[in-house]
């Protein structure tokens, strides 16, 4: 596996586009995640909620699932119109990962149901199932390829790449948009409440202290290509370990073989990534199983964190937004090859094997990138990114 991640487009807490994210990402320690009652029946949760831009007009697109997709998508156009043109459009696909579509705009219809007797005069139902988001881009984009959704719970997304990379590799396509988005609803922000899976605070991966995890909203973008230039897609791991319908195998097992088929495809040793973005939720049964499959695959020396204490854990977008957090790590961008930091300010759980935990360290070099994204029913996702170093 050789794709090109030609282009990227990204939104969600730490920032409406490329620059402002990596900034946030990689900068000074600062909080990002936002207070809110409005979505929980109970307590305020902290959430990563994105803030519209001001001077973007996204008063006509209907759901707040697609004004996140189309502002990352207008950060891909400019790339993309060229390729359009050069291939055509019926050889233009679009893949993208979900969990919750715009269930947000059913949440409110229902409740007008119940007050007023109807749903809302503009609602369509539609909105809510898995495909809307792919549908709502391949319209953006005019693209008439192969169009569909994936819904794997949080590594949604991250199948989504290997997805469009399949048809890449079978010739069914020339031009993949693949990606993910999922925002804000109450049947996300309640249903971990209901599972006692909520932070009371902001979440702490891998800290003694935690105590579950912060939901979050993002979209997340690529092109992808077969051509050889540019960051690549270089192998990708995916494993179904069933072991429960929402916990992890205790062991690890399935997330480390994924991380190692995935290190295994791309014809490297674990020795040579660089950097590794956990999934690392802030809950006490995954941050343990994580570390154990860490410490089994790369070991102690190989730098790690979490990042989603920064964005919130976004669900169906969270596969392809942490893959993109490594791309931008990969990119131009960032000069001075730093790494972002794991949360800070809390005692390290030293009942966990001992891994390599960010501290936001500067590197001489900056190659492979792993990121790891484990769902429900044991849906384990890890992939390989990497450019030529010069």
């Not at 929402?246 to 020795?271: F, H, Q, T, V, W």
């Not at 800070?344 to 501290?359: F, H, Q, V, W, Y």
Request: glycine fraction near 10%; aromatic fraction near 6%.
């Amino acid at each position: 596996m050789t794709i090109c991640l030609k282009e990227f487009g990204v939104v969600c807490a730490l920032g409406n586009d490329k620059q402002q994210v990596l900034n946030a990402l990689i900068g000074e320690d600062k909080k990002y995640l936002s207070l809110d009652s409005e979505l929980p029946i109970e307590a305020p949760q902290y959430v990563g909620r994105v803030g519209l831009p001001a001077d973007l007009d996204v008063q006509q697109i209907s759901t707040n699932n697609n004004k996140l997709a189309y502002i990352a998508y207008q950060q891909i156009a400019d790339a993309l119109q060229p390729l359009i043109s050069q291939y055509g459009e019926h050889r233009v696909a679009v893949v993208i990962g979900t969990s919750t579509a715009s269930i947000y705009e059913g949440e409110l219809a229902r409740k007008e149901l119940a007050t007023q007797g109807q749903f809302p005069s503009d609602f369509k139902y539609e909105v809510q199932e898995m495909s809307a988001p792919a549908t709502y881009i391949a319209t953006l984009a005019n693209a008439k390829g192969p169009v569909y959704g994936i819904s794997t719970a949080c590594s949604s997304s991250g199948k989504a790449l290997v997805s469009a990379s399949t048809l890449l590799d079978n010739d069914l396509a020339d031009v993949v948009i693949a990606g993910g988005v999922d925002s804000l609803t109450q049947l996300t922000l309640n249903g971990f409440q209901s599972l006692e899976s909520i932070s009371k605070h902001i979440c702490q991966p891998f800290q003694r202290d935690r105590d579950g995890i912060n939901i979050g909203e993002a979209a997340a973008l690529f092109i992808m290509t077969k051509d050889n230039d540019g960051i690549q897609l270089l192998g990708a791991g995916e494993t179904s370990d069933a072991y429960h319908i929402s916990a992890p195998s205790p062991d690890g097992s399935g997330a480390a073989s994924a991380m190692a088929l995935a290190i295994e495809n791309a014809n490297i040793s674990a020795k040579q990534i660089d950097y590794v973005n956990l999934h690392g939720t802030g809950t006490i049964k995954n941050d343990e199983m994580e570390a154990l499959a860490m410490a089994s695959v790369c070991g102690e020396t190989v730098h790690c964190s979490s990042t989603k204490h920064l964005t919130g854990h976004t669900l169906g977008a969270a596969g392809a937004l942490e893959l993109g957090l490594c791309w931008l790590l990969l990119s131009d961008g960032n000069t001075a090859r730093k790494l972002p930091a794991n949360c800070k300010g809390g005692a390290i759980d030293e009942r966990m094997p001992t891994i390599k935990l960010s501290e936001g360290e500067k590197l001489d070099k900056l190659q492979y990138c792993l990121s790891n994204s484990f769902a429900f029913g044991g849906n384990n996702f890890s992939a390989v990114i990497g450019k030529n170093y010069e």
